[in-house]
């Protein structure tokens, strides 16, 4: 191919892990990037293109997917401790509402964007107030943020009573447009059955019709929760979102944890999907998601770091060793499969966001959302099994380079799109504002 054919080759990859249908992992071939898009795998050195990247004793891999996340809450890294999720809620909410400003949030989202991008996440699922500041503040930082405007009953911390937030929903295409960055769908965010009403729920399924936007929702996180609900309601999560019209294709349900097989059988037949978020689950000892159940009944799975403050980092790497040690602990190691693991990190996540024909695997036509993982490392040699390797060894810290939509925004383990300096100054002066200090002596 001639040098003016491809905007970028990737060289030399020791392995390209594809994601595909089949599981392909490929050997010393090179990936040529045109427009944003893969337009070519072939072998090493039979692509030419204006700038070579040499992957040599490189992986090459999809783009982590978070499935999951709430990026502005990195400011509240191990602020709520040792306590269950109500506890969790009442603590953080008060910090919140000392430093969730808008500016703020931006500070925050761009911070646990940064975070995510560094070790291999290139999308992600982030519900949060100011979610316009959150956007640009992940912008920034190059990662495909999927972002939407959140819905409570209450006020809450942004100030918004409920007429504000259908106003805020009602524009978001155009905020969208305005701030730019990697195309991400549209998504509206209600926070859960517990904070918006039946009545409002319906709304909300009416106007993502006519948005032709997708749902992001929390449901059965832990089982008090769930008796709430049933107090309340007499129904499970799952069954007032059916109920509601909000269950539908791509409705992402973030953590699902206590399902009823209905839930699950509902879920399915719908084509929503869970966001399971084992780390923060089991930090929180809200339970255990029956992972193998779910796919066993049709449910798509995709995995989510879920927030800073509950799940402490962002880390995709841990939740894949998290999910998969927790599948063979319940159903034995001989029922676990590593690639499987993988896919739920990447092409499932993207199936279950609706962006399967355009993320989450490395084929021709999709963007170019890549990691490199530099396999020369004690802990990663002898390579005997790739996806052994990425679920069980692999870590963040291995990943050196980073691209969306092509544009490379990890350079050899740093961003050359954010002054980290300036961002930890900033980072610093908002944890001050907090009045507690490190528990450190000295």
Same mark, same amino acid.
């Given at each position: ?55 040599? #004793? ?53 911070? #646990? ?19 316009? @500041? ?32 259908? !106003? ?64 309340? *309601? ?44 084992? @780390? @923060? ?25 879920? #927030? ?6 962002? !880390? ?50 999709? @963007? ?51 002054? *980290? ?20 002596? #000295?």
């Amino acid at each position: 191919m001639r040098a003016s054919e491809m905007d970028l080759v990737i060289d030399n990859a020791q392995f390209i892990v594809t994601s595909d249908s089949k599981d392909s992992v490929l050997r010393n071939c090179a990936i040529g990037i045109k427009d944003k898009k893969i337009a070519a795998i072939q072998k090493a050195g039979t692509i030419q293109g204006s700038r070579t990247y040499d992957a040599r #004793g490189k992986l090459i891999a999809p783009g982590l997917i978070n499935a999951h996340t709430h990026l502005a809450m990195t400011l509240l890294r191990g602020w709520a401790e040792g306590v269950n999720l109500q506890s969790f809620l009442e603590k953080v909410w008060a910090a919140e509402s000392l430093i969730m400003s808008p500016s703020n949030v931006a500070i925050g989202t761009q911070l #646990g964007a940064l975070e995510s991008l560094l070790g291999g996440t290139t999308t992600a699922v982030d519900m949060y107030l100011h979610p316009d @500041s959150a956007h640009r503040g992940a912008a920034l930082t190059g990662i495909r943020h999927i972002t939407g405007p959140i819905f409570l009953d209450f006020s809450g911390l942004d100030g918004l009573e409920w007429e504000q937030r259908l !106003d805020v929903a009602k524009k978001w295409t155009e905020v969208l447009k305005d701030i730019g960055g990697p195309e991400v769908p549209v998504f509206l965010m209600p926070h859960s059955t517990y904070t918006v009403s039946p009545d409002h729920l319906v709304i909300i399924a009416k106007l993502a019709i006519e948005m032709s936007a997708s749902i992001n929702i929390h449901a059965s996180e832990n089982l008090g929760e769930n008796e709430d609900v049933y107090k309340r *309601f007499s129904k499970t999560p799952t069954a007032i979102l059916k109920e509601t019209g909000l269950l539908k294709s791509h409705t992402l349900v973030g953590h699902g944890i206590h399902l009823t097989d209905e839930d699950i059988q509902s879920l399915a037949s719908a084509g929503a999907a869970v966001a399971h978020c084992p @780390s @923060s689950n089991l930090k929180l000892g809200s339970g255990i998601a029956d992972v193998k159940k779910y796919h066993s009944m049709g449910l798509s799975v995709a995995l989510g770091t879920d #927030g800073c403050s509950s799940s402490n980092d962002l !880390d995709l790497w841990t939740v894949m060793r998290t999910t998969a040690n927790l599948y063979a602990q319940k159903n034995g190691p001989e029922n676990l499969q590593a690639s499987k693991i993988f896919r739920m990190a990447t092409i499932e996540a993207a199936q279950s966001l609706g962006l399967e024909s355009s993320i989450g695997s490395i084929e021709v036509g999709k @963007s170019a959302d890549l990691i490199s993982i530099d396999l020369n490392k004690a802990h990663l040699i002898p390579l005997h099994d790739v996806f052994a390797q990425l679920v069980f060894a692999v870590g963040r810290g291995d990943v050196r380079d980073v691209w969306v939509d092509g544009k490379q925004v990890v350079v050899d383990g740093k961003s050359p799109l954010i002054d *980290f300096i300036e961002l930890s100054a900033e980072v610093e002066v908002l944890r001050k504002s907090l009045n507690r200090e490190p528990n450190a002596e #000295g």
